[in-house]
């Protein structure tokens, strides 16, 4: 648990960032998402094999509105490809993320609007992921 006492951040777009008095910066090696609705609560976590050998303890969540979520999304791809720029592509060890499913299961299809397409998309995303990582084929 770190508290950072740096100096507000003024950019180029105008926003001034402040931070609270509580402000925390931690680290994580883990995720775990719960989508609802409404929006995306993200809980971040580190593995900790002092506790057994598939231990993660969670010390934070961040729920974020879905529109936000899916602009989150892209600031993050640009800062990944902004450090592969620097450094690099960034492997992704084996056997870390899991395959998506072929199928969109039951307890979730009957609740959507167009699971085909959900299920579609998930994959698209799985074989852009592999082409851009081809360690994980």
């Known amino acids: 648990m770190e508290k ?14 402040k931070r609270e008095e509580d402000f925390y ?3 994580a090696n883990n995720t775990l998402f719960e989508g609802t609705i409404w929006d995306l609560k993200i809980y ?5 094999i002092a506790q057994g050998a598939n231990v ?14 899916k602009i989150f999304s892209y600031l993050l791809q640009t800062q ?9 592509r960034i492997p992704v ?4 993320v899991p395959t998506p499913p072929t199928a969109m299961p ?4 009957a609740h959507l609007k167009h699971p085909k397409e959900g ?3 998930i994959q698209k995303l799985w074989q852009a992921f592999v082409a851009a990582n081809p360690e994980l084929e």
């Open 4 to 17: 950072s006492k740096r100096a507000p951040k003024d950019t180029s777009n105008g926003i001034v960032f």
């Open 25 to 27: 910066s931690g680290y």
């Open 44 to 48: 971040f976590g580190q593995t900790d």
């Open 56 to 69: 993660v303890v969670q010390h934070t969540a961040i729920t974020l509105p879905w529109n936000y979520a």
């Open 80 to 88: 990944i490809a902004a450090r592969e720029a620097e450094d690099g």
């Open 93 to 96: 060890p084996k056997h870390i």
């Open 106 to 109: 039951t307890e979730f299809s």
């Open 119 to 121: 299920i579609e998309a």
